[in-house]
């Protein structure tokens, strides 16, 4: 799917938030339960550490403070939303959705709401989605969470899933504004690489060894993310008639940052313009654009009329890149 927003309202982000646990995991400490090395770790994959929940908490656990700090920021309250959207592979459980939790919690009484299930791509199907109603009438302003809780379905002795990924979460509000915020989108699905990166037993399809972990090709998934995060970024540039010399702003998904290096050097992104924390954060899934945006704000990057790109990929397999001019004043 890809097109550029020219038929409805002008539609754009006016407030974000994010959350990351407390608890901060090391690459030295998940070498006490895998065969592995601060040294491999940050060489292979430019991770750090990444921040990981307790047993007791959950996704909402993390949504819930992202999306309150995202309508402060918006200047609205629950009761002003009318469409909630949580994307994520880590809901609290398959129902009631986390969507509906979260609605009860922030007092969004005349929003539907629900869970959307795209991978680590969700933020991106999810944006464009809320764009798309928000532009067409159908919602008057739309929360959207990407978060996951990724640890959760780790296999800790896994070594070659266990050191990618951590837990996080952001949210942004989304509704009509004076100038076009959002440009374009382009989203995509191969459901026949779908086994490259999978969690089998986790529905209600029966497998012989349903342990519910991650199980993952690396190497099938590297190929793929290089692939896609520059033919989705090249495609949807060329739909929107922008360069991508004026782009500001390039938020890949943070899965491994020779993934991003990848894409920057092909794209052709002076690296200043790149926003990176897969260092600290590991990746994501979800979280890791909205948690991304949050940064590029917080270090000046993300002004208003800044260009920003974002690309996502993941399970599915599925992948998605947004076009949009940021709107919003510093706070
Ligand atoms: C997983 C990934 C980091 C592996 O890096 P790589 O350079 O491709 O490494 P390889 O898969 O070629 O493995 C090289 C060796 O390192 C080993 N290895 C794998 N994980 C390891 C770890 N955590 N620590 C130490 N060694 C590890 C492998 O077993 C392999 O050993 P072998 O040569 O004896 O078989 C890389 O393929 C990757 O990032 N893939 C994409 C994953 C991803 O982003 N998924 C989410 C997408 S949303």
Redesign the pocket.
Known sequence: MIGAARNGLAVSITGLGVCVPDRVVTNDELAQH????DE??ME??GIRERRMVTREQALSDLALPAARDALADAGVEGKDIDLLIVATVTPDMAFPSTGALLGAALGAVDAAAYDLSA??TGFMYGIAQAYGMVAAGLSKRALVVGGDVLSKILDWED??T???FGDGAGAVVIEPAPQEGFLGFELGADGAGGAN?WLPGSGSRVFDDPDKYVK?N??E??RF?TRVLVQSAEALLEQCGVSIDDVDVYVP?Q??V??IDHATKKLGVPSERVVVNVDRYG?T?SGSIPLALADARADGRLRPGSLVLMTG???GLTWGSALMRWTKEAA
């Open positions: 895998v065969d592995t090395s491999w770790i292979r994959t991978g680590c070594r070659s266990l050191v990618l990166l993952m690396g190497r998934v590297f993310a998904h899965a491994n020779r993934i990746n899934s990929m993941g399970a």
